[in-house]
């Protein structure tokens, strides 16, 4: 069993930036990460994923360049770094977690937090 706890939204100005927290209980460093995202009246996406070990990531086109995930599994923790944030990245951010390689498919991973909202101000 993993419980996962995601931390550090809030309100940010358009073209600042935030880092997203997500604390991982139990074996959670033997799982593939990934955060997902719901804007209001939108249904959830991906916004990226990482393997196990760190080595790859994989972003949506939306997304790629702007903000980057990683891992530090001695902490048991995935981070979400946002740079240059624009009024339509406010959404719920999800941190999730799967036994598999990481993946796009939301409905591959196991294990949700419980989100963390995230409000960018033009």
């Known amino acids: 069993q993993v419980q996962l706890v995601e931390s550090g939204g809030g309100l940010v100005q358009a073209g600042g930036s935030t880092r997203l927290s997500c604390a991982a209980s139990?074996?959670?460093?033997?799982?593939?990460m990934a955060w997902f995202r719901q804007g209001p009246g939108k249904e959830r996406e991906f916004v990226a994923t990482i393997s196990i070990t760190g080595g790859y990531t994989s972003y949506a086109d939306s997304m790629k360049g702007r903000f980057t995930i990683f891992r530090d599994n001695a902490k048991n923790t995935v981070y979400l770094q946002m740079n240059s944030l624009k009024p339509e990245d406010t959404a719920v951010y999800y941190c999730?977690?799967?036994?598999?390689?990481?993946?796009?498919?939301?409905?591959?991973?196991?294990?949700w937090g419980q989100g963390t909202q995230v409000t960018v101000s033009s």
């Open positions: 999730a977690a799967t036994t598999r390689v990481p993946t796009r498919n939301p409905d591959e991973y196991i294990y």
């Open positions: 139990g074996t959670a460093r033997t799982y593939s």
